[in-house]
């Protein structure tokens, strides 16, 4: 796995987690770091998706490895 393909996994991992968070507890971890849909809670938001859509198109390849 190269850099991006680290990079992408670990924001889909902190999605992830988040999303635990939200269904179990009620808490936006995000939200709560950085503000309500601030442009900085957008922007990690914007992040875990590209990444969850990243690692949609290179899955085949990191198979193969």
């Known amino acids: 796995m190269n850099a991006m393909d680290w990079i992408a996994f670990i ?3 902190i999605g ?3 999303w635990g968070l939200i269904g179990v507890f009620d ?3 995000v939200a ?3 503000g309500v849909m ?3 809670a957008r922007l990690v938001y914007i992040l875990v ?3 969850a859509i990243y ?3 290179t899955s085949g390849k ?3 490895k």
Request: net charge neutral; charged share 10%.
């Open 16 to 18: 992830a987690l988040n």
């Open 62 to 64: 990191m198979a193969k």
């Open 32 to 34: 709560t770091i950085f």
């Open 55 to 57: 690692l949609l198109a």
């Open 11 to 13: 924001l889909v991992i």
């Open 49 to 51: 998706g590209l990444s």
């Open 27 to 29: 808490f936006d971890l």
């Open 38 to 40: 601030t442009m900085l």
